[in-house]
């Protein structure tokens, strides 16, 4: 069943910022992904928060969004969040947040538009 719910995408300039945020609809947070998907693609890893318990976790990001791109977490919150700067118009996607390498139960995911 769908776990996540995403939100916060838009439409954007080259070069600006975006936070997403998705909150787990059930359970504990713990270790979550971002993947993006654009049409007639199949969704791509992004970046991931690794919880190692409740003080520490591991951040992992794609070659492309390394150094722009942050996930962070609010464990009281359920939500994982991805700080999106200096955007480029290739991470024009819907984005989706999943537990790390399960791809199925898609969430309604949220679009992300970088456009002049």
């Known amino acids: 069943q769908v776990q996540f719910v995403e939100s916060g995408g838009g439409l954007v300039q080259p070069g600006g910022s975006l936070k997403l945020s998705c909150i787990k609809m059930?359970?504990?947070?713990?270790?979550v992904a971002w993947y993006r998907q654009v049409p007639g693609d199949q969704h791509k890893w992004v970046a991931s928060?690794?919880?190692?318990?409740?003080?520490?976790?591991?951040?992992e990001y794609e070659r492309s969004v390394e150094g722009r791109f942050t996930v962070s977490r609010d464990t009281a919150k359920n939500t994982v969040f991805l700080q999106m700067t200096d955007l480029k118009p290739e991470d024009t996607a819907d984005y989706y947040c999943?537990?790390?390498?399960?791809?199925?139960?898609w969430g309604p995911g949220t679009q992300v538009t970088v456009s002049p």
């Open positions: 928060i690794i919880s190692y318990g409740v003080n520490f976790t591991h951040l």
């Open positions: 059930s359970g504990s947070l713990g270790s």
């Open positions: 999943q537990v790390p390498g399960h791809m199925a139960d």
